[in-house]
């Protein structure tokens, strides 16, 4: 039997970080499920959908959670700058 043909063996060079849903993503961001689904439908978050129909079944991967996190970070427009020092 090959390695591509038996499932539990992984192929080097292909990426197996699990998906995770709502609730997982939610717990890593610190964020309700129902507000990750909102920003993954607006396209704000990396997802993935499944599905054609109205009720899609959306994953997420942690990973490109955090690089988009980290990389959107420094160019946000609600990042509160940091407090200036008063002179005295």
Sequence with gaps: MKASENPDKPMP???LEPFVDAIEAGRFLGLRPRRVLELARRGALPAYPLGDGARRV????LSELASAL???????????PAPLEEKT
Excluded: C, D, E
């Design 58 to 61: 959306w994953r997420f991967r």
């Design 70 to 80: 980290g990389s959107r970070a420094l160019h946000s427009a609600r990042q509160s």
């Design 13 to 15: 060079g292909i990426n």
